[in-house]
């Protein structure tokens, strides 16, 4: 399946072929490890308290040997190894096919292929049976796609008991979302998002309610807030991601504050209500 060229995804897979292609991953940081909680061509993501965060996806979704897994947006395919890794059958798609050429490398580098399936596709349309899977997740995904759109879907390929659970970046921080949409290509900061990112508000989140059938609620086991700060070339050094990772932990003390995470995780299960 290709995209075509003219569309949001023709310009996401474009946008990802790219990044991919022009990613210098090492072997040794693709190979994950079977207790692996963050992506080591990301190093970031352990500043980021990455692994808090994957493990509230795990908990959400009940992860067990031998569930089904669907991981949409797969990208590089960290999530879907690091899945297999815990005994998941994992289905992963993605609409670049330099991603998914780069998940099938990654998968085989750490013996984890048998467990694992990669497909170029779109998120929206997805060519899975109905019922299909125990769990759907993903990270950083959901903010490329037509809620709507993705919402039906997953509800459509979820087993009656299913769960599902996306990292994702939220837009609840109107600090964070001037600085998101003035900064990025100014004062040495790079612009990492591609034209069609809307993170999650509330309009977004309730629009998901809406189409969902179960409780759709965010989750933040940390605050990253601050430490945006780290793209700031004259912040990113040790002393100033320090810096600004006990603003964090500090501002993150009133639980009503931590919606102003930069991310956190969108969990929308079935079973409240039932299919
Ligand atoms: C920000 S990246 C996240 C990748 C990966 N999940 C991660 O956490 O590193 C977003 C991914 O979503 C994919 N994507 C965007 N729109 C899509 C669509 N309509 N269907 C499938 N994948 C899509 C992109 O190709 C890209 O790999």
């Not at 013996?111 to 049976?129: G, I, K, W």
């Not at 900064?183 to 999650?200: M, N, Q, T, V, W």
Request: net charge negative; proline share 4%.
């Amino acid at each position: 399946m290709t995209a075509a060229k003219h569309t949001t995804q023709g310009r996401e897979a474009e946008f990802w072929d790219e990044v991919v292609e022009s990613a210098q991953d090492r072997d040794e940081d693709l190979r994950v490890f079977p207790g692996d909680m963050f992506d080591r061509t990301m190093p970031w993501l352990k500043y980021m308290d990455f692994a808090d965060y994957l493990q509230v996806v795990f908990d959400n979704i009940g992860l067990r040997p031998g569930m089904r897994v669907l991981d949409l947006g797969c990208g590089k395919g960290f999530l879907a190894a690091a899945l297999a890794h815990r005994g998941a059958n994992v289905d992963a798609i993605d609409i670049s096919s330099k991603s998914v050429e780069r998940c099938r490398k990654r998968a085989e580098l750490s013996d984890v292929a048998e467990r694992t399936n990669f497909h170029v596709m779109d998120c929206e349309n997805l060519a899975f049976e109905d019922d299909s899977f125990d769990a759907v997740c993903g990270s950083f995904v959901l903010h490329h796609l037509d809620l709507e759109k993705i919402a039906k879907e997953v509800f459509r390929v979820l087993k009656p008991s299913g769960r599902s659970a996306f990292i994702e970046t939220f837009g609840l921080n109107p600090l964070l979302m001037l600085a998101r949409s003035t900064l990025p290509g100014r004062f040495g900061i790079e612009k990492a998002s591609s034209e069609d990112e809307y993170p999650l508000n509330r309009a977004r989140i309730d629009k998901l309610q809406q189409h969902f059938p179960g409780k759709v609620s965010p989750a933040f086991p940390r605050v990253v807030f601050a430490r945006m700060g780290g793209y700031l070339p004259f912040m990113n050094n040790m002393l100033g991601r320090g810096i600004l990772k006990t603003f964090d932990r500090t501002f993150a003390v009133p639980a009503f504050l931590r919606t102003w995470s930069y991310y956190g995780v969108l969990k929308m299960n079935m079973e409240a209500d039932g299919k």
